[in-house]
DNA sequence: CGAAGATAATTGACACTTCAAGTATTCGGC
DNA sequence: GCCGAATACTTGAAGTGTCAATTATCTTCG
């Protein structure tokens, strides 16, 4: 369709169909973008819940705290709070009250830096390890059974385009 | 797989084989399952986060309190609290206070189903009409923008795929 | 009819989250 | 050395989110 550019010499008419043609795409790609976006959403969203209620009655724990838990179990020398910031997608402000209650709780420890005193290098204690990976292998199980209706393939499958949506987004 | 019983009766061997296969592949869908489950998050999150600032910084509003007045637009005749609830993914408690906040910027009403006391009716008002109006199509072009990266036989793809899992999930 | 149980919405306590403003420290020129 | 800019973190206010308890209304069935 829209190859009667040729034609138009010869109307000497405006030619609306090409202009439809390309606002039909344009609203289909709407649609389609749309769609795509708020089915992304929605099995976020219900993962994240389901995880957070086992975290919760398994463990009396939150999906934040595991989530900080894990950035630092990666980390064996310890991160600063700018740097478990930036890993775990949210502002400087939160990770300070997150880490707070994680201390509070003896599970991670600030330890000063030497060689620059504004920073704070953020490590889980021997308890915090302890409990990570009773939780961490419970975790991991979860996702599992998640995503167990998918076969491996259709889960590389969706690796692989949401790699190119996140190096798309992220540029 | 374990179609060797069969042969069984030939070797009179323990067969080793289809037992480590299924380790690995246990241990590789662990990684994959995993890894699929952070990319999906973090593809959420970047995604969320565009969208918040967008809404902050263009519309001076939230993302929740956009996503019920979306809920909202596509059920002229109104919805109950427990409707809105269900359809966000959000606890009954947290729509009361977002509907509030609405409520009191004049964009929603709440109305009385003279059928059933308990329930509450929520509709948009005329100027909520109009603002959602305006924020919703500059929303669809921050999609189509996100997800630009993407061919449409992809988008399509990943609906499928997401389809599949959200199914699984659901049940 | 009338009490028991189910359903709809709100409330309060607490946790998480962003943003903007504030404090402390380090870095880069002069 | 010192001053301004940049960096690291904390704080406080407001909004979002859960859960459990409460209130109000409807429904059921004896």
Chains 1, 2 share one sequence.
């Not at 994240?48 to 630092?72: G, H, W």
């Not at 199980?141 to 259709?154: A, E, N, R, T, V």
């Amino acid at each position: 369709m829209a190859k009667e550019a040729a034609k138009d010499r010869a109307t000497l008419k405006a030619v609306p169909a090409p202009t439809v043609d390309a606002e039909t795409r344009v609203h289909d790609d709407h649609h389609v973008s749309l769609r795509l976006w708020l089915r992304i959403l929605s099995c976020t969203n219900q993962i994240e819940n389901r995880i957070r209620q086992n975290l919760q009655s398994r463990f009396n724990t939150t999906l934040p705290r595991f989530d900080l838990m894990a950035q630092l179990e990666r980390a064996p020398e310890g991160l600063k709070m700018s740097e478990l910031s930036q890993r775990m997608m949210v502002t400087g402000g939160n990770v300070t009250g997150i880490t707070d209650g994680l201390e509070k709780e003896g599970l991670v420890v600030r330890e000063v830096d030497p060689a620059d005193r504004r920073v704070f290098r953020v490590k889980l204690t021997p308890e915090g390890q302890r409990q990570f990976q009773r939780m961490a292998s419970e975790h991991e199980q979860w996702i599992i059974d998640l995503f167990g209706s998918l076969s491996q393939k259709q889960k590389k499958q969706l690796v692989e385009l949401l790699g190119e949506l996140k190096s798309h987004i992220t540029a």
